[in-house]
């Protein structure tokens, strides 16, 4: 059974930096896809950044460019969110998920980890 867990969410000031972990069960990091994703309180869950073993990481929201960056550590079947410079736009409920088979990010995602809280206080 596939299982996604994410952590690391908190309350931080504006400009201040957090670092999200998705730690992944149940799939091996030969050929897969994660992506993040965030839901602000009102609005639309929108995409965030993803990683494949096929194309490397992908920007999916161009406010957090600069900002955020994605990474793997395939040893530990963890994916990371590094955010940096972060605003109060940027609180959210941050999800991790992952397709069922293969290394596409837009092939749509099958599992979905509980979500961690980030609220960034200006």
């Known amino acids: 059974e596939v299982q996604l867990q994410a952590s690391g969410g908190g309350l931080v000031q504006a400009g201040g930096s957090l670092r999200l972990s998705c730690a992944a069960s149940?799939?091996?990091?030969?050929?897969?896809?994660i992506a993040w994703f965030r839901q602000a309180p009102g609005k639309e869950r929108e995409g965030v950044l993803c990683?494949?073993?096929?194309?490397?990481?992908?920007y999916w929201t161009d406010s957090v460019k600069g900002r955020f960056t994605i990474s793997s550590d395939n040893a530990k079947n963890t994916v990371y969110l590094q955010m940096n410079s972060l605003k109060p736009e940027d609180t959210a409920v941050y999800y991790c998920?992952?397709?069922?088979?293969?290394?596409?990010?837009?092939?749509?995602?099958?599992?979905w980890g509980k979500g961690t809280l980030v609220t960034v206080s200006s």
């Open positions: 990683i494949s073993s096929r194309d490397g990481s992908t």
């Open positions: 998920a992952a397709p069922a088979y293969g290394s596409d990010c837009y092939g749509g995602m099958d599992y």
């Open positions: 149940g799939f091996t990091f030969d050929d897969y896809a």
